[in-house]
T-cell receptor, first 112, second 111 residues
């Protein structure tokens, strides 16, 4: 069964304390892996798309990496405004039909 | 601002009723997807439309149906509402590179 698991469920960091969020996946026919940021009461905000193992993408304090089984979102020297829920999703090809599977997210809280 | 809008913002219905939620995608985005997000959970994929045809569906019953129109707008229809249908419903439009841009969502409460 296709599955996406994110860990940890929640993470509290001090401002400036770097860390990584994990997204492990089991899916057939991976077409892409996506990272999003979601603030309370809002729709997810697109961050990155990764397509193949070894690929890396960066944006400000965030860096996403991909292996054949998992992806990491590295946060370097975070600031309080980085506090949000970070969601990982995979796009799987089921023959004619595509499907997109989200993890439950990691709630990140950065303390000033 | 992503350019994706949804209406209404909030909606209250009673069990057994029918509801239609609307989404206006960004111009040029031919793919639209709908998601259900329960509190504290990740979005659950309902279905996806490409050029007005459904081309992907998650594990949702047939009472969840949709339409996509040529003007980049779309609808999610839910019949015979159940209490468990209470959730945030998200619409997302996609670029040709599979980057999804989400709307702010419609909060549906079923009493």
């Amino acid at each position: 069964e296709d599955q996406v698991t994110q860990s940890p469920e929640a993470l509290r960091l001090q401002e400036g304390e770097s860390s990584s969020l994990n997204c492990s996946y089991t899916v057939s026919g991976l077409r892409g892996l996506f990272w999003y940021r979601q603030d309370p009461g809002k729709g997810p905000e697109f961050l990155f798309t990764l397509y193949s193992a070894g690929e890396e993408k960066e944006k400000e304090r965030l860096k996403a990496t991909l292996t054949k089984k998992e992806s990491f979102l590295h946060i370097t020297a975070p600031k309080p405004e980085d506090s949000a829920t970070y969601l990982c999703a995979v796009q799987a090809s089921g023959g004619r039909d595509d499907k997109i599977i989200f993890g439950k997210g990691t709630r990140l809280h950065i303390l000033p | 601002e992503t350019g994706v809008t949804q209406s209404p913002t909030h909606l209250i219905k009673t069990r057994g009723q029918q509801v239609t939620l609307r989404c206006s995608s960004q111009s040029g985005h031919n793919t639209v997807s709908w998601y259900q997000q329960a509190l504290g959970q990740g979005p659950q994929f309902i279905f996806q439309y490409y050029r007005e045809e459904e081309n992907g569906r998650g594990n949702f019953p047939p009472r969840f149906s949709g339409l996509q129109f040529p003007n980049y707008s779309s609808e999610l229809n839910v019949n015979a509402l159940e209490l468990d249908d209470s959730a945030l419903y998200l619409c997302a439009s996609s670029t040709p590179y599979n980057e999804q841009f989400f709307g702010p969502g419609t909060r549906l409460t079923v009493l």
